[in-house]
């Protein structure tokens, strides 16, 4: 079992959908990271956080350090939003999952 | 544009070739990485380093050395590699320094290299 467990591996929805996408992690952690890699392979930081909630325009990550769990929203999605989505837990020795591919139909 | 550049983008090597990747950070970081991402697996850790010094090799094997002149530049230099180490190969940047891996930055990555191994 790796460390770090992402669910759905593969997600497609509809333009205008409420996505959700879920990391699970097993040991304590000093900040949970999640990226966005688009086609291509760049990879984008989109949050960083060890306790709480943070928005970004459409998007909200949240992490329950008691559950060990984070969770990445986009609200009124956009087929723009299609990409892989990585959350990854440590400081500078980042351990990742194995992202989840998010396809927004027009 | 994430401020950290990679070259080349694309590279063919033979097993017996030696190449170099190169990376360079225009973001006054002071941390730099390698990582590697190989088809239906995780994105992998292999090196880290804090004002030029490797604090973290993550049990890479020894054809793939890094070398980190300044804290601006970042080398991944290859010979006799296998081709399962065809990979993207992805240089990143954070703040950071010695002694302060316990704090968490956000990272910067660069576009990555394509390899593949003949």
């Known amino acids: 079992k790796n460390e770090v467990e992402q669910s759905p591996q593969n997600l497609t929805a509809q333009e205008g959908e409420f996505i959700t996408i879920n990391c699970s992690y097993s040991v304590g952690i000093s900040a949970l990271h999640w990226l966005q890699q688009h086609p291509g392979g760049g990879i984008v930081s989109l949050f960083m956080?060890?306790?709480g909630k943070k928005k970004h325009g459409r998007l909200i990550a949240t992490i329950n350090i008691q559950e060990k769990h984070s969770s990445l929203h986009i609200t009124a999605s956009h087929p723009r939003d299609s990409a892989v989505y990585i959350c990854a837990k440590g400081a500078q020795k980042l351990v990742f999952g194995q992202g989840t591919r998010l396809t927004i139909n027009p | 544009e994430t401020g950290v550049t990679q070259t080349p983008r694309h590279l063919v090597m033979g097993m017996t070739n030696k190449k170099s990747l190169k990376c360079e950070q225009h973001l006054g970081h002071n941390a730099m990485y390698w990582y590697k991402q190989s088809a239906k697996k995780p994105l992998e850790l292999m090196f880290v380093y804090n004002f030029k010094e490797q604090t973290e090799n993550n049990s890479v094997p020894s054809r793939f050395s890094p070398e980190c002149p300044n804290s601006s530049h970042l080398f991944l230099h290859l010979h006799t590699l296998q081709p399962e180490d065809s990979a993207l190969y992805l240089c990143?940047?954070?703040?950071?320094?010695?002694?302060?891996?316990?704090?968490?930055?956000?990272?910067?990555f660069g576009p990555g290299t394509r390899l593949t191994v003949t």
């Open positions: 990143a940047s954070s703040q950071g320094g010695q002694g302060y891996t316990a704090f968490s930055y956000e990272q910067y």
């Open positions: 956080l060890s306790s």
